[in-house]
């Protein structure tokens, strides 16, 4: 019943398709406009802008241009005048006379490199993050990124934890948590690689070096046709193109890290080579500065221990601080056949080594008897590796084609062991755990984008991704938990139309992609649909609309005692469901003066949720007998999000406020019930303050929000059986029945810009975290015979950070 | 600047009358009643033990007795309150309180402003109970080996289950001037008994009709009763998970709601049996 109602959908859809692009041609022949079709190229290497935006000044009518520059605009037939812009260059004012004098039209843009000279220009136009005209998408330039707080790197993907629907509070992860989802559910292209880790440096970075990226997108909803294979968000990552004219470098060093970057042009015009490198130094040298700063004022930098009396287990507390390093590896070669074809070849290499490792000796018993010394070993690394060539070729100025072809793997390896030696020396029990995790990806994407008319714009394509995905989770060197080797291959293809009518105030994105799995033999249709209707000229209201499906899934693996963490499997429709959600998207934009107001809601139930536990209840207890754990389960996420910007002037900012909730329902967890998703966060403030005056950038987060619930062992009991014997055992709450404390931190952030004869430098302090709070991440449990320890695993404290970047001329 | 400042004090103000609504406390510290409720077929409610579960961040160290609970248990449309009979244990003082096979029970238990609720049934009482002998014979010439490994061939119990259901057994010896069991003329190495003598013993919760009473089991001569309990669900959910993986935390499944603990029925036959010297 459901492919016929499918296929229903496709017939009503195709049908809808043509009845939309017959009125939309009549409407265009009684306007009789004249199409204005052009692609903005940079002046340094004459490829593509992407997504910059044209408006026709008389009219007010504008359209964004696509990832390969190519835009089509209706104009006046009598003399018109253009504006153009796009995050990270200069405003071009193009005067156009007649579009056959023009047209096709290349419309070149200068990078802007923070030219002092042009303060006003650049104060007028250059924002931090911008709201699409589509719905649920944002946008930001690295460039002016980097003008936040950063702990170092510039990073992208912190940037955007500072979005309204977007978590901020995962100092320990880089990955987002869009809109109830988790990060797994959430498509990451780079250059057409599937990335599918995004932390670096504990989480505290992205694994993206912001020198290699010229432009990102991120759709947190309601995405088109285009894109599939998740659930929740795509964010689309552009590379920078490579500057086939001019040799260019630069280079930051920071308390943590060096990155360096340079790019070659090997053949003029036509062939030229990037390379971005960097790598944090803090395994090597703890900076002086770091080491007295993390001492003075992270309290976390040391073991604390308090013993609280009383109880059948006696409860201490301490704080650990980890050891880390990480590097990573961006190169890029272009080489530009013609102007109508580019191809490049793309790599990326990074991986990171995490040492948690410790001793900690506990005195227990009154007036601190005896003691015991908990050993405890965690050495995780993690990485990835990816590889892609992009072909792009503009057939004309109304078609074009991207081939992307690409391999990437992603790895993760952990190793933890814990034991107790008492105080006379005697060794009590030894826990170790092993666990492995490996992605392998190989990917095919051809995408067409064909310019029917102003009014009407059709893309179509292929995708295929062949995966090979290998979990392996062994306790005390001989239990295996789990050990999963699946292989599969999905292919999708896509269609979706941008139709533009009632003079473009209607605008409607429709589209369909069919996606065949190999594994579960099945075929899954993803209608989709987004409208807005600019209801005066200052206010728009917006909906999308779409069903979604994901092949691909990182299962969480509940850890009570240590944190949960998750790995990476392939659905296979039996013991790994294949997820899969419906995004319905309500919203409206007010745009006036300098200011910008957006208020969306979004619920999304969500299915073929997995969850790995060994906790679990009668009916599964008896259910299966198999080693593997995997739940399967459903929920849902709602919300609403405010989002006030300014957006101009001197001053320039955003608050947004995000009221959400997440729930699951595992029939066989939690006795059935409800619970909140680990990300649950009902209340996320954040205010993000930018000032730039003269040679000075200034600039402030705050971000607050709700604890995140966890699942807590809080008491213990005892039960006698029939025969007398007595037995105690640890009391878990709830599952994430109880919350850690609410999350806030400030961080600032000073530049100061100039020029010298080497190139342009940028001298940048920030603070993290300025007063000091001491937000949880988790808290770890450890149980030995008569004590029980929780240590709370803090984010960071207090920590400035001093980098200096230079761009060679 | 005007307008930006309003709209912050705005958003403020619903994050603040929002936030109000939330309790974020670091850790739930509530205690939980903890509920041991066994029900016997034809004998009186007078073993229901209440206490509490001890917070970690608790000073308390023993697991202290509630005292102070309304404990009733409801029976044929009927209430029947309990009174507290010290130590946490509770006990109905009439007579009009019957536990009878194959009838429905449902405890309640109001204690610092909580309900904790479980019910049961009364299981049936097993039929058809056999044994392949009626006296035991023990050969008491010792030698080294597990319970078992002896020339005699025991008794062997068996029984009606049709529903495949949970059984265990408890064999006690119910003659009061009955003689030790001595094997080996009493000379083991250092003066130590035999391992595994027991008076009364009792096996874990198995789905099986048939058991075999070996004399190695055994401590005393004379008469033994044996008991075949017929076990709920409940019980078997508790035993089988009585050790707790400090790894994972799982605890023993409970059925009762609000609270942990166990509330179950028993119901069993009875058979005898002599045990003499071979």
Redesign the interface.
């Known amino acids: 019943m459901t492919v016929i109602k499918f296929h229903k959908s496709i017939v009503l859809i195709v049908i809808l398709f043509l009845i939309i692009g017959i009125t939309g041609n009549i409407y265009c022949q009684t306007k009789k406009p004249v199409t204005f079709q052009g692609r903005i190229i940079t002046t340094k290497n004459n490829q593509g802008v992407p997504n910059a935006s044209i408006v026709v000044k008389a009219t007010g009518n504008g359209t964004i241009a696509d990832e390969n520059g190519f835009f089509t605009i209706e104009i006046p037939t009598d003399t018109s005048t253009i504006y153009i812009s796009s995050i990270g260059y200069h405003p071009r004012v193009i005067k156009i006379r007649t579009s056959s004098d023009f047209n096709p039209f290349s419309i070149k843009m200068e990078e802007n490199t923070q030219s002092l000279d042009e303060v006003t220009i650049v104060a007028e136009k250059e924002r931090i993050m911008r709201v699409s005209k589509d719905i649920s998408t944002i946008k930001m330039s690295p460039k002016f990124v980097a003008r936040l707080p950063n702990m170092g790197e510039v990073d992208i993907m912190r940037s955007f934890q500072l979005l309204p629907g977007v978590s901020a509070t995962n100092e320990t992860s880089a990955g987002l948590y869009v809109r109830g989802g988790t990060p797994d559910q959430n498509l990451i292209l780079f250059d057409g690689m599937t990335i599918y880790h995004v932390d670096h440096f504990y989480g505290f970075f992205s694994a993206f070096n912001a020198n290699t990226i010229d432009d990102i997108e991120l759709m947190k909803g309601g995405f088109p046709a285009k894109y599939g294979g998740r659930i929740s968000s795509v964010m689309e990552i552009t590379g920078k193109p490579a500057n086939l004219t001019k040799l260019n470098g630069m280079v930051t060093v920071s308390l943590l890290s060096v990155n360096a970057a340079i790019e070659v042009p090997i053949v003029k015009e036509k062939l030229s080579l990037q390379i971005a490198a960097r790598r944090s130094y803090t395994d090597i040298i703890r900076t002086g500065l770091y080491k007295k700063i993390f001492k003075l004022y992270s309290d976390n930098s040391q073991s604390q221990q308090s013993s609280i009396p009383g109880g059948m287990r006696m409860f201490q507390q301490q704080e650990q601080q980890p050891d880390f390093y990480f590097y990573d590896l961006n190169s890029k070669l272009t080489y530009k056949i013609n102007k109508k074809h580019t191809i490049a070849l793309s790599l990326y290499n990074g991986k990171d080594n995490l040492d948690n490792s410790r001793d900690a000796t506990n005195n227990f018993g009154f007036g601190g008897t005896s003691s015991v010394t908990i050993s405890s070993t965690d050495i995780a690394s993690w990485g990835n590796t990816g590889i892609s060539s992009q072909w792009k070729a503009d057939w004309n100025s109304k078609f074009n084609s991207s081939v992307f072809l690409s391999y990437s793997k992603y790895f993760s390896n952990r190793n933890q062991n814990n034991g107790t030696t008492d105080s006379t020396g005697s060794v009590g029990m030894q826990m170790n755990t092993l666990e492995d995790n490996k992605v392998q990806d190989f990917s095919l994407r051809i995408r067409n984008q064909l310019i029917i008319n102003p009014h009407n714009t059709l893309e179509f394509g292929f995708e295929n991704t062949f995966n090979n995905i290998t979990y392996s989770l062994v306790f005390n060197d001989t239990s295996t938990m789990v050990d999963r080797n699946s292989k599969g291959n999905q292919s999708a293809i896509y269609l979706q139309d941008r139709i533009a009518l009632l003079d473009k105030k209607l605008e409607m994105n429709l589209g369909m992609r069919v996606t065949h799995q190999n594994i579960t033999g099945k075929i899954f249709y993803e209608p989709r649909a987004s409208l807005s209707y600019q209801l005066t000229k200052n206010l728009k209201v917006e909906s999308a609309w779409g069903k979604y499906y994901q092949l691909c899934t990182r299962v969480i693996r509940e850890d009570v005692l240590q944190g949960s963490k998750d790995f990476w499997l392939l659905a296979d429709g039996t013991t790994i469901p294949v997820s899969s959600s419906i995004h319905y998207i309500l919203g409206a934009s007010y745009e006036k003066g300098d200011y910008l107001f957006n208020i969306e809601g979004y619920y999304k139930p969500m299915d073929g949720l997995t969850e790995y536990t060994l906790r679990t209840t009668r009916s599964f207890r008896q259910a299966s007998a198999q080693q593997e754990y995997f739940f399967k389960g459903s929920g849902y996420a709602k919300g609403i999000e405010f989002l006030a910007q300014k957006k101009y002037g001197l001053n320039t900012g955003w608050i947004s406020y995000t009221l959400s909730e997440v729930k699951n329902t595992f029939p066989d967890l939690n006795y059935g019930k409800a619970y909140y998703a680990l990300h649950d966060q009902p209340h996320e403030f954040k205010a993000i303050y930018s000032r730039k005056i003269k040679k000075w950038d200034l600039s402030a987060t705050f971000v607050y929000a709700t604890g995140k619930p966890y699942t807590a062992p809080v008491s213990q009991y005892e039960v006698t059986l029939l025969d007398g014997s007595k037995y105690e055992y640890i009391h878990v709450s709830e599952k994430n029945s109880v919350r850690l404390p609410d999350y806030h931190k400030l961080d600032l952030s000073v530049s100061y810009n100039w020029s010298s004869a080497l190139g342009s430098e940028t001298l940048s302090l920030s603070i993290f975290n300025v007063y000091n709070h001491k937000n949880i991440w988790y808290k770890k449990y450890e149980i030995a015979e008569d004590n029980v320890t929780v240590t709370n695993v803090n984010y960071l404290g207090f920590t400035p950070n001093i980098s200096f970047t230079i761009n060679f001329k | ?1 005007n ?2 400042s309003k ?2 004090g705005g ?2 103000s ?2 603040i009358i ?2 109000c609504e ?11 009643v ?1 509920l ?1 409720g ?1 029900l016997y077929q034809g004998e009186p409610v007078d073993s229901i ?1 209440l ?11 023993i ?1 202290t007795p509630v005292t102070d609970a309304q404990v009733a248990i409801k029976w044929n449309d009927n209430q029947y309150v309990l009174q507290n009979i010290g130590n946490g244990y509770y006990s109905y003082t009439g007579s009009d309180l019957q536990v009878i096979e194959d009838n429905g029970y449902a405890i309640s238990v109001q204690s610092n402003g909580r309900e904790i609720t479980s019910k049961t049934t009364v299981p049936k009482k097993p039929k058809g109970i056999l044994l392949s002998d009626n006296v035991l014979y023990v050969d008491t010439t010792f030698s080294f080996g597990p319970p078992g490994n002896t020339e005699d061939e025991g008794i062997t119990v068996t029984w009606e289950d049709p529903d495949n259901d949970y059984f ?1 057994i408890v064999i006690e010896n119910t003659d009061p001037d009955a003689a030790d069991i001595v094997f080996g003329n009493g000379q083991f190495p250092g003066g130590m008994q035999p391992p595994g003598r027991m008076f009364r013993i ?1 096996s874990e919760p198995f789905k099986n009709n048939t058991y075999t009473i070996n004399s190695r089991s055994l401590e005393k001569y004379g008469e033994h009763m044996i008991k075949v309990y017929r076990v709920n ?1 409940e ?1 078997v ?3 089988e998970n ?12 409970t059925n009762v709601v609000n609270g ?3 509330f179950t029925a028993f119901n069993y036959q009875e058979a005898f049996f002599l045990v003499e010297k071979k």
């Open positions: 600047m307008t930006l709209i912050i958003l403020l619903i994050l929002t936030s939330e309790n974020n406390s670091g850790t739930n510290t509530d205690r939980l903890v041991e066994y033990h206490t509490q579960t001890v917070s970690f961040e608790s000073e308390d160290t697991y265990f009792r669900q019980y959910d508790l035993y009585r050790q707790q993986d400090s790894r994972n935390l799982t605890e023993p499944l942990l603990g166990i």
